[in-house]
């Protein structure tokens, strides 16, 4: 039973980053979309686009090795708990950091309120 407890959190934790990363992709097809290709896309917003997507990555890397590595030879693990709060708040920072990216494309969206 542990471990499937212990696959079944390093799948979530995979699962969880794949859906960030997603998302940012998602965000920047949309921009290109309407403005029509990546050409037209400013350089700023690209190297947002990269920083995020690179953060989303490193997060769910380094929580996938948090998780695993945590256990030595021994039976009792050390630190789930501070692993668990450190995973946490990497978590909220990348969703925080592609809620704000998100909101920085809609803001420059310039549309008109009559339909």
């Not at 992709?25 to 290709?37: A, D, E, K, M, W």
């Not at 030879?73 to 998100?102: H, K, N, P, Q, Y």
Request: proline share 0%.
């Amino acid at each position: 039973m542990k471990k499937l407890y212990y696959v079944s959190n390093l799948f979530y934790i995979l699962i969880l980053g794949l859906v960030k990363s997603s998302a940012a992709l998602y965000i920047v097809n949309l921009t290109i979309h309407g403005l029509g290709s990546l050409r037209h896309v400013s350089r700023q917003k690209k190297y947002i686009f990269f920083a995020v997507l690179a953060l989303d990555i490193a997060w769910t890397i380094a929580s996938v090795a948090a998780l695993a590595l945590r256990c030595g030879s021994e039976e009792v693990c050390v630190g789930t708990m501070w692993r668990w709060r450190a995973i946490l708040v990497g978590d909220v920072a990348t969703d925080v950091l592609t809620a704000v990216f998100a909101g920085h494309i809609i803001w420059r969206i310039q549309a008109s309120l009559r339909a």
